[in-house]
């Protein structure tokens, strides 16, 4: 069973930004801290796997279907043996300003929303089967 979670204290990165410099780096940041979030677990290598944005944003925020494969691809390599594991996607972007109730989000997205700046909450998990999303 997979279950990970990863908090990126930072505005994402749109992939559709104009330096591919600063998005590379943007990658390598990522990829650093689902490195210290998973640990020394081997790469997940054989599972149908669900991918969860969340994106807390300012005002003028990222698309959300843009922040998507910056992140999943940083997470090839830590997290992941190959993105193609990757099987549904949901992204989703709320103003950080908005009104939540706190105490019913994961503990991870609820220390981005108390950080009161820009940052997107990752949880990868099982796949649920079709059936199910429908």
Same mark, same amino acid.
Request: with cysteine; aromatic share 6%.
């Given at each position: 069973?997979?279950?990970?979670?990863?908090?990126?204290?930072?505005?994402?990165?749109?992939?559709?930004?104009?330096?591919?410099?600063?998005?590379?780096?943007?990658?390598?940041?990522?990829?650093?801290?689902?490195?210290?979030?998973?640990?020394?677990?081997?790469?997940?290598?054989?599972?149908?796997?669900?991918?969860?944005?969340?994106?807390?944003?300012?005002?003028?925020?990222?698309?959300?279907?843009?922040?998507?494969?910056?992140? &999943?691809?940083? +997470?090839? #390599?830590?997290?992941?043996?190959?993105? /193609? !594991?990757?099987?549904?996607?949901?992204?989703?972007?709320? =103003?950080?300003?908005?009104?939540?109730?706190?105490?019913?989000?994961?503990?991870?997205?609820? &220390?981005?929303? +108390?950080? #009161?700046?820009?940052?997107?909450?990752? /949880? !990868?998990?099982?796949?649920?089967?079709?059936?199910?999303? =429908?």
């Amino acid at each position: 069973m997979t279950d990970f979670e990863l908090l990126i204290l930072r505005r994402p990165l749109s992939l559709q930004t104009g330096s591919r410099k600063n998005l590379q780096a943007w990658k390598r940041f990522v990829a650093g801290e689902a490195e210290k979030a998973w640990g020394d677990q081997s790469p997940v290598a054989s599972a149908d796997l669900h991918l969860t944005l969340v994106y807390l944003s300012g005002i003028h925020a990222a698309d959300a279907d843009n922040i998507i494969k910056p992140i &999943q691809d940083a +997470l090839v #390599g830590p997290v992941l043996a190959d993105d /193609r !594991l990757v099987v549904d996607v949901e992204s989703h972007r709320r =103003l950080i300003t908005g009104m939540f109730e706190p105490t019913r989000l994961p503990a991870l997205l609820r &220390q981005g929303l +108390l950080a #009161g700046k820009e940052c997107v909450y990752v /949880r !990868l998990r099982d796949a649920q089967p079709l059936e199910e999303l =429908l």
